[in-house]
């Protein structure tokens, strides 16, 4: 992947890390000059990305997340990586609705909510090794 600019954050799987994480990501997205609606796209779907890292990666026990984000062009790039339990089937994963916690009344739209607010998605997964999350946005402020 060529880049012109790139960070790397790690942090431990605790839910108040989760809006720094967003607004850690949305700091280093500002300089590609976004829309406010493509900032707040970008905190959102990062903000699922992390709460699912948390919640279905690490369940209840503390793990570090990695945030990487690689801007290219008018691009950014972000992978959200966990080395908690992994995903025994991505495609079923990704359907809306679908959750594994439905006693924690979980609405299982964290998948459709990724896709929603950015234009590429792409999940890896190994059962046992963890989870990688690949968004993309473009971002098309013309200021």
Same mark, same amino acid.
């Given at each position: #992947?060529?880049?012109? !600019? #790139?960070? =790397? *954050?790690?942090?431990?799987?605790?839910?108040? !890390? =989760?809006?720094?994480?967003?607004?850690?990501? +949305?700091?280093? /997205? +500002?300089?590609?000059?976004?829309?406010? @609606?493509?900032?707040?796209?970008?905190?959102?779907?990062?903000?699922?990305?992390?709460? !699912?890292?948390?919640?279905?990666?690490?369940? %209840?026990?503390?793990?570090?997340?990695?945030?990487? /984000?690689?801007?290219?062009? %008018?691009?950014?790039?972000?992978?959200?990586?966990?080395?908690?339990?992994?995903? $025994?089937?991505? @495609?079923? +994963?990704?359907?809306?609705?679908?959750?594994?916690? *439905?006693? =924690?009344?979980? +609405?299982?739209?964290?998948?459709?909510? #990724?896709?929603?607010?950015? $234009? &590429? *998605? &792409?999940?890896?997964?190994?059962?046992?090794?963890?989870? *990688?999350?690949?968004?993309?946005?473009?971002?098309?402020?013309?200021?």
């Amino acid at each position: #992947m060529e880049y012109t !600019n #790139m960070m =790397e *954050l790690k942090f431990l799987s605790k839910s108040q !890390n =989760e809006s720094f994480a967003r607004t850690v990501v +949305a700091a280093f /997205a +500002a300089q590609l000059d976004p829309t406010i @609606e493509e900032i707040a796209d970008i905190k959102t779907a990062v903000s699922e990305a992390v709460t !699912n890292c948390i919640i279905h990666g690490y369940e %209840n026990k503390i793990g570090i997340i990695t945030i990487k /984000a690689f801007i290219s062009g %008018n691009k950014i790039t972000i992978e959200v990586i966990d080395e908690g339990k992994g995903i $025994d089937d991505i @495609e079923k +994963a990704m359907q809306p609705l679908f959750t594994t916690r *439905l006693e =924690e009344e979980r +609405a299982g739209m964290g998948f459709t909510v #990724m896709q929603t607010f950015m $234009d &590429e *998605l &792409e999940v890896e997964s190994t059962p046992g090794k963890g989870t *990688l999350v690949r968004m993309t946005k473009y971002i098309r402020s013309d200021k």
